[in-house]
């Protein structure tokens, strides 16, 4: 099996990222995004993904945050997308439902090579955590979603504080797709679809 490795460069006017990702990792990270609470989120991810996974990022923040979180979460997909590659052995779904004191998120994904983003998420509209539209968390991972071409749903049962809330996400969404794209022994040699591809 290859090494399940990515590197994504993404440069515009907007924005100019540069993410290196590996599926098979430990867990270490470095996060530097103009974005703090961003950098906490990707830290989680990371840590709770169990991905080797480095982000430096600059961008228009003097505008609002909105490219910058935008496109990392579409970087970020991308670089999921190249490190699953064909699919050989992919195990393909994973969910987790993650507590975080009185919040409770669920999510669910699979990489099946089409995108398709469900946000069952109320009551974060219009709130802050410091410096940090709550909203950006929505297009962070339509973003993802839309680059690694997965089906995401992500749903909130239950919550109050948009902190707990966005971090239980990021870490429901790390531990699911952990799962999803570890190797499944009984599938080397084969795609997991009656298809027999993930890319057409």
């Not at 961003?38 to 990371?46: E, I, K, P, Q, Y």
């Not at 080797?52 to 600059?58: C, I, N, R, Y």
């Amino acid at each position: 099996m290859t090494s399940r490795r990515s590197h994504i460069e993404r440069n515009t006017r907007e924005t100019q990222i540069d993410l290196r990702l590996y599926l098979d990792g430990s867990g270490e990270r470095e996060a530097s995004t103009p974005v703090p609470f961003l950098n906490h989120m990707l830290d989680a991810f990371a840590r709770h993904g169990v991905y080797d996974l480095a982000v430096s990022a600059s961008g228009d923040v003097e505008i609002d945050a909105h490219h910058t979180v935008e496109d990392v979460g579409l970087v970020l997909g991308a670089a999921f997308r190249e490190a699953i590659g064909p699919g050989d052995g992919l195990v393909r779904y994973g969910w987790a439902t993650i507590p975080m004191d009185e919040t409770l998120v669920t999510c669910a994904v699979d990489f099946c090579g089409r995108p398709a983003f469900s946000w069952g998420v109320d009551g974060l509209k219009g709130r802050w955590v410091g410096g940090f539209d709550c909203e950006l968390a929505r297009e962070f991972f339509a973003a993802f979603s839309s680059r690694a071409e997965c089906n995401l749903h992500i749903l909130l049962h239950y919550g109050e504080n948009a902190h707990h809330i966005i971090e239980a996400i990021f870490k429901a969404c790390a531990r699911a797709t952990d799962a999803a794209t570890r190797i499944d022994d009984r599938l080397l040699g084969r795609v997991p679809s009656t298809k027999g591809t993930l890319t057409a």
